[in-house]
């Protein structure tokens, strides 16, 4: 099984600044299959990014993904106030599939 | 656009079975990969298994003893079984549905989840 994990835990940020959220994972994980989802209180997970760095349609371009192997990372270049949530990343190269234990983006 | 819709009981005793259905709307339901994910109050999310396009099956090992997941092609629906539940099974439970045909791809449609718990 591959286990993601997710840094940091808590990143507190105000509006207008850059996040970067880093996903590791125990094994490199084939043709970059990596995604990121966002999930706000109560609702469900929305989907942001694939194959590690394809946005999904409707994804504002201030999100991106980057890397490859067992090191990847989602920036969100200027937050906005809806963009506080938690991030999590997941891979589907291999089964199962598995999550990261989530980032929380908080307002400073 | 695809809509998903889940439904099932609420509220189990322990050793019950929990089922839930996931019904799609407003698109295709042949060749996509579709799965359950679940979420205990206050944690992450937790893949618990898929059912592809050929109708073939695969779980997460950690549950795969209890699990099980099907298809209603006839009526546009997946179906989620587990077993034996425990209060560690209290959980969100959402349905989702791969991204695009044919490939184990990433989760792009999501239903809005059910809450389940397990209580005496």
């Known amino acids: 099984e591959t286990v993601l994990t997710q840094s940091p835990g808590t990143l507190s940020l105000s509006p207008g600044e850059r996040a970067t959220l880093s996903c590791r994972a125990s094994?490199?994980?084939?043709?970059?299959?990596l995604a990121w989802y966002q999930q706000k209180p109560g609702q469900a997970p929305r989907f942001l990014i694939y194959?590690?760095?394809s946005r999904a349609a409707g994804i504002p371009d201030r999100f991106s993904g980057s890397g490859s192997g067992t090191d990847f990372t989602l920036t969100i270049s200027k937050l906005e106030a809806e963009d506080f949530a938690v991030y999590y990343c997941q891979q589907y190269g291999s089964s199962p599939r598995t999550f990261g234990q989530g980032t929380k983006v908080e307002i400073k | 656009q695809v809509r998903l819709q889940q439904w099932g009981a609420g509220l189990l005793k322990p050793s019950e079975t929990l089922s839930l259905t996931c019904a799609v709307y407003g698109g295709s339901f042949s060749g996509y990969y579709w799965s359950w994910i679940r979420q205990p109050p206050g944690k992450g999310l937790e893949w618990i298994g898929e059912?592809?396009?050929?109708?073939?099956?695969n779980y997460n090992p950690s549950l795969k003893s209890r699990v099980t997941i099907s298809v209603d092609m006839s009526e546009n629906q997946f179906s989620l079984q587990l077993s034996s539940v425990t209060a560690a099974d209290t959980a969100v439970y959402y349905c989702?549905?791969?991204?695009?045909?044919?490939?184990?791809?990433?989760?792009?449609?999501w239903g809005k989840g059910t809450t389940v718990t397990v209580s005496s």
């Open positions: 989702a549905r791969g991204l695009v045909t044919m490939v184990r791809g990433p989760m792009g449609v």
């Open positions: 059912v592809n396009h050929g109708g073939g099956t």
């Open positions: 094994q490199s994980i084939s043709s970059s299959y």
């Open positions: 194959g590690a760095s």
